[in-house]
C-alpha cells in the first residue's frame, strides 16, 4: 500500500523530472557596458553585481564585460544581442539602444531638459514607465534607471558660443541619427563613430570635436587629446538602464527577480546621486587641466535652442508626438 509519504517522494520526483521545474541558473550571467569603473557607468554596473551577489548569497553570478566587448566595440548592437539572449544584462545607454527602440531618442532632443530635476521628472513619470514598456516590448525587461550624465561639447579648435562657431567642426557624434540631424542643423560636420573609435579620431585630429558628459571627459582624459575647449551647453543627459534579456529574466524565480530588480534600482540611485555630487569637482579639476570652460549665457543658449528646432520637427513623430508630449509636461512641472 501507497503510504502517503512515498505518494508526496514520488510527486516531488515528477516535479524534478518536469518540464516546467525552474530552470538551472548559469553559473555566470554576462553583463555588458560601454564604460568600465572609474566611470560612473562601470561604477553602476559593479553596484548592481555585488549587490544581486550579496544579496542572493552567492547564487546568482554576474560579470562585467565593458568597452563593448560582447559586441566587438559596436554599442549600437549591444540591445539586440540582449534581445536575442547572446548577452544575458547589460546596463546600457539610452542613445546606444536607439536605433532599436526609437522611443529612447526622446532624451536624445536638444534641450528637452534644463537640468537633472528635468530629468528625474520624466524617468518617473508616465513617460518613463511608457519607455520601459517600449523596451520591454522589444524583448528586454527594463529594471532600473542609472545615468551618464548631460553631455558638453569639446572641441580642440575654438571657443563655442553660438551656432556659428561650430559651422564646419567635424564633430564625432554617437550610434543614433539623431545627432546627425542635430549637428548637420548646426552647421557642424558630424560624424558617427563608435567610443572604441573616438579616442584615436581625437588623438589624430580626424574629427575636431565630441560631446560626452563631464565625467567621461575627465576620466578618459580628454584634454590629453587636444580638446582644449569646452562649452557647456547641457544640450541632451542621457540615462542608462539596468536591463535583462526577457528570455534570460523569466528563467528566474519571482523571488530572484524581484532582487535583481531592487538591486538595479538601489544601484541606479547609488550611482546618480554619486555621479552628480562629483561632477562640481570634475569640472574643477578640468578648468586646472588648462581647458578653457565656457559657460553660455541665456541668449547664448537661447539661439542654440532655436537654432535646434527642426530636430523636433522630424524626430517628434518617430519617437511618438504623445510621448515628447507627456515629457514635456513633465518637464514644464518638474519640482526645482
Ligand atoms: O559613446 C559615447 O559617447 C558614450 C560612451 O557616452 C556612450 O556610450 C553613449
Redesign the pocket.
Known amino acids: 500500500m501507497l503510504t502517503r509519504r512515498s505518494l508526496l517522494a514520488a510527486a516531488a520526483a515528477c516535479l524534478l523530472l518536469s518540464p516546467l521545474a525552474q530552470a538551472e541558473y548559469k553559473t555566470e550571467y554576462t553583463v555588458s557596458t560601454?564604460?568600465p569603473s572609474p566611470f560612473p557607468?562601470g561604477e553602476a554596473a559593479e553596484k548592481w553585481v555585488e549587490l544581486v551577489n550579496e544579496r542572493s548569497e552567492g547564487r546568482i553570478n554576474m560579470k562585467i564585460y565593458s568597452n563593448s566587448q560582447l559586441v566587438s566595440g559596436d554599442?549600437t548592437k549591444e540591445f539586440s544581442s540582449m534581445r536575442s539572449g547572446l548577452i544575458d544584462m547589460a546596463v546600457g545607454?539610452t542613445?546606444?539602444w536607439s536605433p532599436q527602440v526609437p522611443e529612447l531618442n526622446l532624451f536624445s532632443l536638444p534641450f528637452l531638459m534644463p537640468d537633472y530635476d528635468a530629468v528625474d521628472a520624466i524617468t518617473g513619470s508616465e513617460a518613463g514607465e511608457a519607455i520601459f514598456k517600449a523596451i520591454e516590448k522589444r524583448g528586454v525587461t527594463p529594471l532600473a534607471w542609472g545615468e551618464?550624465g548631460f553631455?558638453e561639447l569639446s572641441n580642440s579648435k575654438q571657443t563655442i558660443t553660438g551656432p556659428d562657431d561650430l559651422k564646419g567642426l567635424k564633430i564625432r557624434v554617437?550610434?543614433s541619427p539623431l545627432f546627425q540631424d542635430t549637428f548637420n542643423t548646426l552647421g557642424a560636420n558630424p560624424t558617427q563613430m563608435?567610443?572604441a573609435d573616438?579616442k584615436p579620431a581625437l588623438t589624430t585630429g580626424a574629427v575636431d570635436g565630441?560631446?560626452?558628459?563631464l565625467s567621461?571627459f575627465d576620466v578618459a582624459r580628454i584634454d590629453q587629446v587636444g580638446q582644449n575647449y569646452l562649452t557647456l551647453w547641457h544640450y541632451m543627459a542621457?540615462p542608462l538602464v539596468f536591463a535583462v534579456s526577457t528570455r534570460v529574466w523569466r528563467t528566474f524565480s519571482a523571488e530572484d527577480q524581484a532582487l535583481l530588480k531592487q538591486a538595479a534600482i538601489d544601484a541606479g540611485q547609488w550611482e546618480i546621486e554619486k555621479s552628480r555630487a562629483e561632477e562640481a569637482e570634475r569640472l574643477a579639476k578640468i578648468r586646472e587641466r588648462g581647458v578653457e570652460v565656457t559657460e553660455l549665457s541665456a541668449e547664448q543658449h537661447a539661439a542654440f535652442v532655436e537654432a535646434t528646432r527642426a530636430v523636433y520637427e522630424k524626430w517628434s513623430p518617430k519617437i511618438g508626438e504623445a510621448l515628447v508630449e507627456q515629457a514635456q509636461d513633465a518637464v514644464a512641472n518638474r519640482n526645482n
Open positions: 560601454v564604460l557607468w554599442q545607454s542613445i546606444n551618464n553631455r554617437v550610434g563608435s567610443w573616438a565630441q560631446e560626452n558628459p567621461v542621457d
